[in-house]
């Protein structure tokens, strides 16, 4: 059994397919789009085959996540050594994104950082 994708629903749905196409490299489909519901998508695919369904609609609300929620907690993504770490968490937040923990070595091994997409969620950068 495989995971086939995982959905995201946002407010802006052009600013989150561009920060996911921009930052790490995902290809978008045709944007589907339903008139009768207002649902509007993308399936965004990332190197490897895992797939993001980004998703809105006109009664999607706004919400601030907070750090230690019960549900859903970050997306990760594994990029190639300490170095693109580093890296793509300075080009990040010199493109004003917020920086919720700097690249580091946790206890359990993992050097990562993380950081918030334009909706708030956490994205997880590891080695």
Not at 82 to 88: H, P, R, Y
Not at 107 to 116: Q, R, T
Request: with cysteine.
């Amino acid at each position: 059994m495989k995971i086939d994708h995982v959905a995201l629903y946002t407010t802006d749905l052009e600013r989150e397919r561009t920060f996911y196409e921009t930052y790490f490299n995902a290809r978008a489909n045709a944007k589907y789009h339903n008139p009768k519901t207002g649902l509007q998508t993308y399936f965004l695919t990332f190197e490897g085959g895992a797939r993001l369904e980004l998703m809105t609609r006109p009664d999607v609300a706004a919400c601030s996540p907070q750090a230690y929620a019960a549900g859903w907690t970050h997306l990760s993504f594994r990029v190639n050594g300490k170095q693109a770490v580093d890296e793509l968490t300075a080009r990040l937040s010199a493109d004003g994104y917020a920086v919720i923990s700097a690249p580091r070595t946790t206890g359990d091994g993992y050097y990562e950082s993380c950081v918030a997409d334009p909706d708030g969620n956490r994205i997880e950068i590891t080695e």
